[in-house]
T-cell receptor, first 116, second 111 residues
Framework: AQTVTQSQPEMSVQEAETVTLSCTYD???????LFWYKQPPSRQMILVIR??????QNATENRFSVNFQKAAKSFSLKISDSQLGDAAMYFC?????????????FGKGTSLLVTP | NAGVTQTPKFRILKIGQSMTLQCTQD?????MYWYRQDPGMGLKLIYY???????DKGEVPNGYNVSRSTTEDFPLRLELAAPSQTSVYFC??????????FGPGTRLTVT
């Protein structure tokens, strides 16, 4: 089974600073997708960014970028110029293959606190 | 375009009662999923469906049943509710292998 590990239960960052959230995963597959989801207090799951394993280039979405290290099975999320609205739970997720309906395996999450 | 909708938003059940959590999507997605989120944990897959009439079990299917008679709807049935089923339930949908879109969740308490 593909496991996803987020080793930081909580992180804190000051407004306008940069923070990096860690994620590691275990898989024997060579082609897969990885995602970061944001869950604010409203509980809504919001897709932040995705990375295709076959792409060497790290994905970026505005202030959000990833550091994807395929050999190390590491997928960290960097948030630049942090804003108060970034405060939320962040979940790293691995997308399974078609035999499992492309379902997602989630880590336990990292709670991000943003201080003024 | 409402996306993925779930009803109810909140529910309290007594032990042994049954209920159905409703999920509807209007994006014509063929894949639909049910996850549960326990406190301090990530989401875990209960059941999924790859199209009308086709469902399969996820990691934690015990105590639940699903059906998929239309593309739009994917209800989750809880039979004989137990305290261990206290959780937040999320429905999601996707077009084949593209990213999943989530509903707002249903918070269920079994006492």
């Amino acid at each position: 089974a593909q496991t996803v590990t987020q080793s930081q239960p909580e992180m804190s960052v000051q407004e306008a600073e940069t923070v990096t959230l860690s994620c590691t995963y275990d898989t024997s597959e060579s082609d897969y997708y990885l995602f970061w989801y944001k869950q604010p207090p409203s509980r809504q799951m919001i897709l932040v960014i995705r990375q295709e394993a076959y792409k060497q280039q790290n994905a970026t979405e505005n202030r959000f970028s990833v550091n994807f290290q395929k050999a190390a099975k590491s997928f960290s999320l960097k948030i630049s110029d942090s804003q108060l609205g970034d405060a939320a739970m962040y979940f790293c997720a691995y997308r399974r293959n078609s035999n499992s309906g492309y379902a997602l395996n989630f880590g336990k999450g990292t709670s991000l606190l943003v201080t003024p | 375009n409402a996306g993925v909708t779930q009803t109810p938003k909140f529910r309290i059940l007594k032990i042994g009662q049954s209920m159905t959590l409703q999920c509807t999507q209007d994006m014509n997605h063929n894949y639909m999923y049910w996850y549960r989120q326990d406190p301090g944990m990530g989401l875990k897959l209960i059941y999924y469906s790859v199209g009308a009439g086709i469902t399969d079990k996820g990691e934690v299917p015990n105590g639940y049943n699903v059906s998929r008679s239309t593309t739009e709807d994917f209800p989750l049935r809880l039979e004989l509710a137990a305290p261990s089923q206290t959780s937040v339930y999320f429905c999601a949908s996707s077009y084949i292998s593209y990213e999943q879109y989530f509903g707002p969740g249903t918070r269920l308490t079994v006492t």
